[in-house]
């Protein structure tokens, strides 16, 4: 086969004596995405829309959903990887960049009154500001390697969907994304004897971007079974960019879990300012969806990103989030809330991106059956 320069190596941004088509790894896990999130304060609604790149399995694919009330609309579509990778489009999905690192633009086109459609304009009001080197082992390999940044901003335009629709004002939706690219699993792996040999025992996953007014607080963290942090990070950024950001401390975030479940109902996370002065962040969450349903992450069983689904193929459905029996194992996947926070006195909005599996001796999960315990009636 014959590979012809792409319109992307007209540009000098090349890493590697490799032309833009091709990435620097031949891992068929490579991937290149982003992912949005829009949500009223009132929390009624939240939007989440992504669109990746698979450059060595030849796929781009892309989802928007909205949680509205119980119920989640779904536009998923997937096509065959062309040449111009410029152009951020599959399906009814589209992400133009307006002004990178300022201003861009989500559009689905709908499939009806009552279909899920939005013309969303994100806008920058912080530094994009970087998230700590992913790594991850499925027993001695690196199957996960992953560089990212997060930003904040608002949002302004439409949302449809099931006869309803929302306007977007930046005073009362709140709007923040996540770049990542490397080598992340996608489904079709074979995991080999030495994954199969070092299971999995637990995963604790904490991931917070924080809008204030004039302010931009990032937490993250993971952790292993018995507690051991692989990912930590706690970062304030400043709107006024000729402050320097404020790294603050080690992160301990509490979570208050419904009784008998392991799903969040508010947080405080714990942390610390350079002088050493504790700083305490409260959260309540509004309502959340977890990324396995419709948005395709794992354990998703009717799509998950990356997979090959012929060309042009576009799908379309709702969930009941209410229904155990329409939502199955993708409903135990990491979930989003949009949550309020507090922080000094001052509301702010975020995602809080939460996900608790197997043992974790912190939280006092012992085992993958392991949930919050029920109080006793006073």
Same mark, same amino acid.
């Given at each position: 086969?014959?590979?012809?320069?792409?319109?992307?190596?007209? %540009?000098?941004?090349?890493?590697?004596?490799?032309?833009?088509?091709?990435?620097?790894?031949?891992?068929?896990?490579? %991937?290149?995405?982003?992912?949005?999130?829009?949500?009223?304060?009132?929390?009624?609604?939240?939007?989440?829309?992504?669109?990746?790149? +698979?450059?060595?399995?030849?796929?781009?694919?892309? +989802?928007?959903?909205?949680?509205?009330?119980?119920?989640?609309?779904?536009?998923?579509?997937?096509?065959?990887?062309?040449?111009?990778?410029?152009?951020?489009?599959?399906?009814?999905?589209?992400?133009?960049?307006?002004?990178?690192?300022?201003?861009?633009?989500?559009?689905?086109?709908?499939?009806?009154?009552?279909?899920?459609?939005?013309?969303?304009?994100?806008?920058?009001?912080?530094?994009?500001?970087?998230?700590?080197?992913?790594?991850?082992?499925?027993?001695?390999?690196?199957?996960?390697?992953?560089?990212?940044?997060?930003?904040?901003?608002?949002?302004?335009?439409?949302?449809?969907?099931?006869?309803?629709?929302?306007?977007?004002?930046?005073?009362?939706?709140?709007?923040?994304?996540?770049?990542?690219?490397?080598?992340?699993?996608?489904?079709?792996?074979?995991?080999?004897?030495?994954?199969?040999?070092?299971?999995?025992?637990?995963?604790?996953?904490?991931?917070?971007?924080?809008?204030?007014?004039?302010?931009?607080?990032?937490?993250?963290?993971?952790?292993?079974?018995?507690? +051991?942090?692989?990912?930590?990070?706690?970062?304030? =950024?400043?709107?006024?960019?000729?402050?320097?950001?404020?790294?603050?401390?080690?992160?301990?975030?509490?979570?208050?879990?419904?009784?008998?479940?392991?799903?969040?109902?508010?947080?405080?996370?714990?942390?610390?300012?350079?002088?050493?002065?504790?700083?305490?962040?409260?959260?309540?969450?509004?309502?959340?969806?977890?990324?396995?349903?419709?948005?395709?992450?794992?354990?998703?069983?009717?799509?998950?990103?990356?997979?090959?689904?012929?060309?042009?193929? =576009?799908?379309?459905?709702? +969930?009941?989030?209410?229904?155990?029996?329409?939502?199955?194992?993708?409903? %135990?996947? =990491?979930?989003?809330?949009?949550?309020?926070?507090?922080?000094?006195?001052? =509301?702010?909005?975020?995602?809080?991106?939460?996900?608790?599996?197997?043992?974790?001796?912190?939280?006092?999960?012992?085992?993958?059956?392991?949930?919050?315990?029920?109080?006793?009636?006073?």
């Amino acid at each position: 086969m014959v590979f012809r320069p792409v319109p992307l190596d007209e %540009y000098p941004v090349h890493q590697a004596p490799l032309s833009m088509r091709h990435v620097a790894t031949g891992d068929r896990n490579a %991937y290149d995405r982003c992912i949005f999130h829009v949500f009223d304060h009132a929390g009624r609604a939240l939007l989440i829309a992504g669109l990746g790149v +698979y450059p060595n399995t030849g796929v781009i694919d892309a +989802y928007v959903t909205l949680k509205a009330g119980r119920t989640l609309h779904a536009v998923r579509a997937s096509d065959a990887l062309g040449e111009d990778r410029m152009t951020l489009a599959v399906g009814p999905v589209r992400i133009e960049v307006v002004e990178p690192l300022r201003t861009l633009r989500v559009v689905c086109a709908g499939d009806g009154p009552e279909g899920l459609a939005c013309d969303v304009t994100w806008q920058a009001e912080f530094p994009a500001v970087w998230e700590p080197h992913h790594l991850g082992y499925s027993g001695d390999r690196l199957t996960l390697e992953g560089r990212r940044f997060v930003q904040a901003g608002g949002a302004s335009g439409w949302i449809r969907a099931g006869g309803e629709e929302f306007t977007l004002t930046p005073q009362e939706w709140t709007a923040t994304r996540d770049r990542s690219w490397g080598v992340r699993p996608i489904p079709g792996e074979q995991p080999g004897r030495a994954a199969a040999e070092h299971r999995t025992e637990g995963f604790h996953w904490v991931w917070c971007p924080i809008r204030f007014r004039d302010r931009f607080v990032m937490v993250i963290l993971q952790e292993d079974a018995d507690g +051991y942090r692989s990912l930590n990070e706690a970062v304030l =950024v400043h709107a006024d960019t000729s402050r320097h950001d404020e790294q603050l401390g080690w992160p301990q975030v509490d979570i208050a879990y419904r009784p008998g479940t392991r799903v969040p109902t508010g947080a405080t996370l714990h942390l610390t300012d350079a002088a050493r002065k504790p700083v305490e962040i409260h959260a309540r969450l509004l309502g959340g969806t977890p990324l396995a349903v419709g948005a395709g992450y794992p354990p998703a069983q009717d799509w998950q990103h990356g997979t090959w689904q012929g060309r042009g193929w =576009v799908d379309r459905r709702r +969930y009941d989030l209410s229904d155990p029996a329409d939502l199955g194992l993708a409903g %135990y996947g =990491v979930t989003d809330h949009a949550a309020r926070f507090t922080l000094d006195g001052e =509301v702010g909005h975020g995602v809080f991106e939460h996900g608790s599996f197997g043992r974790h001796d912190p939280s006092g999960f012992a085992d993958f059956s392991a949930v919050a315990p029920h109080t006793r009636e006073v």
